[in-house]
């Protein structure tokens, strides 16, 4: 089975504060993708990884960056972290963008 | 853009009954289709995933059918039991591949 896990279920951040969301996939798949979810709007992606270093902006990219120096971990960084960044943050991964994907159980950020 | 929708928006039912959950979607031109249980506070489980070219998929007590013309997925829970009361949501593809769009989902509450 494919494992997706995210570095922390929950965060309670200060608003300035640099932040660092961690995700690690253990089945070698190529494509790998931020979410966040909110009451009322659903999940909107933020970024996605196809390849490692390679990344493309997502549907709400700002005040979001991403790093992937690895297969296998994506970690999303909020530069200067807002209280409008509060939400769940969900990781997935794919072997291509066409096939199933996998999700992790999610990370709960809080920003006062 | 595609546009995908779930109706209804929550659903409750007595334990034992047959239920049906649909989604809809505007652009007929996707790969696949994927539903997902979400269960309060916690990552998105697939459920299944179906094909462009295949017509429904089961597992267990889960049925999920696909009309790509007419911009539709059906998944019917046979039997259901207070252990599937969860958030259901579908999601298709985007047009250039790159990420999952999804429904808002449908709230299930199942009842003993």
């Known amino acids: 089975d494919v494992k997706v896990t995210q570095s922390s279920r929950y965060l309670v951040k200060r608003t300035g504060e640099k932040v660092f969301l961690e995700c690690v996939q253990d089945m070698d798949h190529e494509n790998m993708f931020w979410y966040r979810q909110d009451p009322g709007l659903g999940l909107r992606l933020i970024y996605f990884s196809y390849d490692v270093k390679m990344k493309e902006k997502g549907d709400i990219p700002e005040g979001y960056s991403v790093s992937r120096e690895k297969k296998e971990r994506f970690s999303l960084i909020l530069e200067s972290a807002s209280t409008n960044q509060t939400s769940m943050y969900l990781c997935?991964?794919?072997?291509?963008?066409?096939?199933?994907?996998?999700f992790g159980p999610g990370t709960r950020l809080t920003v006062l | 853009k595609q546009e995908v929708t779930q109706i209804p928006a929550a659903l409750s039912v007595p334990e034992g009954e047959n239920l049906v959950l649909n989604c809809s979607f505007t652009?007929?031109?996707?790969?696949?289709l994927q539903w997902f249980r979400q269960d309060p506070g916690k990552g998105l489980t697939s459920l299944l995933l179906?094909?462009?070219?295949?017509r429904e998929q089961t597992s267990g007590r889960l049925n999920a059918s696909l009309d790509k013309s007419s911009g539709r997925s059906t998944l019917y829970i046979a039997a259901s039991q207070p252990g599937d009361s969860a958030t259901y949501l579908c999601?298709?593809?985007?047009?250039?591949?790159?990420?999952?769009?999804f429904g808002k989902g449908t709230t299930l509450s199942v009842s003993s």
């Open positions: 179906i094909q462009s070219s295949q």
């Open positions: 997935a991964s794919a072997l291509s963008t066409r096939f199933e994907q996998f």
């Open positions: 999601a298709v593809p985007n047009q250039a591949g790159t990420a999952l769009i």
């Open positions: 652009d007929s031109a996707i790969y696949n």
